[in-house]
Nanobody, 124 residues
Framework: DVQLQASGGGLVQPGGSLTLACVAS????????IGWFRQAPGKEREGVSYITLSTGSTGYEDSAKGRFTISSDNARNTVYLQMDNLKPEDTAVYYC?????????????????WGKGTQVTVSS
């Protein structure tokens, strides 16, 4: 049974940092790409960052470049999203998802498996 569990969200002031974690189970972790997505109130879900676990190749959407860092601990089946210099516009529910394609392909298509989200609120 595939499971993706995102955690680490919370309330943080502008300029602050948070680290999200996505723990995966039920599939061959190293064979997949994990992506982080977010959905703000009244807006469509959007991609944030991706990592292809077999190669360590990473990708970032423009909103995340220079501020967010994606990484993985394959031994723990966990992907992290370090978010620095957070802005109010980063406020959203953040989700992790898994797909068997490389991130370059998966980012353009629908990810196969999705977990429940974790709320990130950036506010003073």
């Amino acid at each position: 049974d595939v499971q993706l569990q995102a955690s680490g969200g919370g309330l943080v002031q502008p300029g602050g940092s948070l680290t999200l974690a996505c723990v995966a189970s039920g599939f061959a972790f190293d064979d997949y790409t994990i992506g982080w997505f977010r959905q703000a109130p009244g807006k469509e879900r959007e991609g944030v960052s991706y990592i292809t676990l077999s190669t360590g190749s990473t990708g970032y959407e423009d909103s995340a470049k220079g501020r967010f860092t994606i990484s993985s601990d394959n031994a723990r089946n966990t992907v992290y999203l370090q978010m620095d210099n957070l802005k109010p516009e980063d406020t959203a529910v953040y989700y992790c998802a898994a797909d068997r394609s490389s991130w370059v392909v998966a980012a353009l298509t629908q990810f196969e498996y999705w977990g429940k989200g974790t709320q990130v609120t950036v506010s003073s």
